[in-house]
């Protein structure tokens, strides 16, 4: 979920706007937690690289057979 849509419980306001001091720490932690190694990457890729590094171990799997 992102944190766009998200509304604070504190004051009642969307917690992108930032209005309160909870606001703001939510958003703050909610944007480190989004800084990951697989943060940027899109779903398709990532499902894309699994296909890959999967057939990669088929392949040299069937080659030490």
Not at 15 to 27: F, I, K, Q
């Amino acid at each position: 979920m992102t944190y766009d849509r998200l509304v604070c419980a504190n004051c009642a306001a969307p917690v992108t706007e930032g209005r309160c001091p909870v606001c703001r720490a939510s958003r703050e932690r909610m944007r480190e937690q989004g800084q990951g190694l697989f943060a940027g990457i899109s779903p398709v890729a990532l499902a894309a690289l699994l296909v890959v590094l999967l057939t990669a171990l088929a392949l040299l799997a069937h080659q030490t057979v």
